[in-house]
């Protein structure tokens, strides 16, 4: 039997990659802050140098994006995102044994470049290369499958953490990483796919990045893209003194937030089943400015219940622009240097993501409250939907 013979299917591979991200999320993004108080009951160790950790672990991820999208345009997709589970385990069993604070460090500039390797930007650039005609109803389910990541990792983290201790939790994400991840997406990869140079079929000529750089519409969604995640990280970092601030207790501010998941699964499947159809523009720059009111909802609001239609705009939203996010580089550049195009452009993007939550500090240094601070975050997210409008698809 030949490979091509022995290849998954398009249903199996998508479900792989889906769990294979499930489990990337939860460990790769969610999971630091759970082992924050246990590291620093051990070690002593404040709250801002913890977080540095996690800081250049996403500062590694944004410079990392662009060879990783190269690799995949040279046709490496399957040992990126198998070698990435692999690498993250790695990282995992380093953090594992650290004692002191360039330990720490050390195993989230592996674990960066696990997350540059294994989240969303390699998988669907991937599912882009693999299957040409049908990567925009992979990447939606992709998506809704790992909205899923931050309702399960909180739990199972914290029942790891309790039985086996925080060393003991971190040695078992990595070897669920390395274990289950890496064969998991080695075993979906298997063979060329259809719309895949090795297929067989021509490649016709799409931009290359060089030629995508001369492109308003590539700046355009490079800035948009870059004011989304520097809203996005810096809200999140914030978010739980800012529901302080405005007098709401603990139990209150978690009433808030435990919508957002559901809402951001609830906006990808309304997607799933209705929206596949929809041109990414118009449906972009709604989502887009969704985030804006989102915030303004946030600044001004009073009582739970104002804060939950935050909470659940802001997830439908969320889930809605990532989708966007993936299926817009192939629309407007062609699939050819997919990986290359969106890594330059998630370089950027992630940078300020690891600047963010400093920035947002900054902010309220220089400002009356939080109140403040989220307006001023609502303005840069009405940049990005306005840098979304003008990012017109370019003429070829």
Known sequence: MNARAEQPGFGATVAALAFAQLLSWA??????????????????WSTPDLMGAFTLGLAVCGVASYGVGAAIDRGHGRAVLAGGA????????????VTAMWGLYAAWCLLGAAMAMSLYDPAFNVLVKRYPERYRDGITRLTLVGGFASTASFPAVAALIHGWGWRGALLAIGLLLAGVGA??????????????????GAVRAEATLREALREPAFWALTLCFTLY??????????????????????????AVLVWFGPAQVGGRLLH???GRRLPLRPLGIVVLLAIPLSL???????????????ALLLGVANGLVTIVRGAIVPEYFGRSHVGRIGGAMSSVGLISRAAAPLGAAWMLLHVAGYRQVMLLLAALGVASALAFAMARRPVR
Do not use: D, N, T
């Open 27 to 44: 460990a790769l993004f969610y999971a630091f802050s759970s082992f924050v108080l246990p590291m620093q009951r051990e070690f002593g």
């Open 229 to 254: 995640q520097f809203v996005s990280a810096a809200l999140w970092a914030h978010v739980m003194p800012a529901l302080a601030a405005k007098g709401f207790s603990q139990a209150q501010s978690l």
């Open 272 to 274: 799933a089943l209705a």
């Open 296 to 310: 303004a909802i946030f600044a001004f609001g009073s009582s739970v219940g104002a804060l939950v239609v935050f």
């Open 86 to 97: 692999l690498l993250a385990g790695a990282g995992f069993a380093v953090w594992s044994q």
């Open 183 to 200: 064969p998991l997406q080695a075993w979906a990869l298997r063979g060329a796919a259809a719309g895949h140079p090795g297929a067989g």
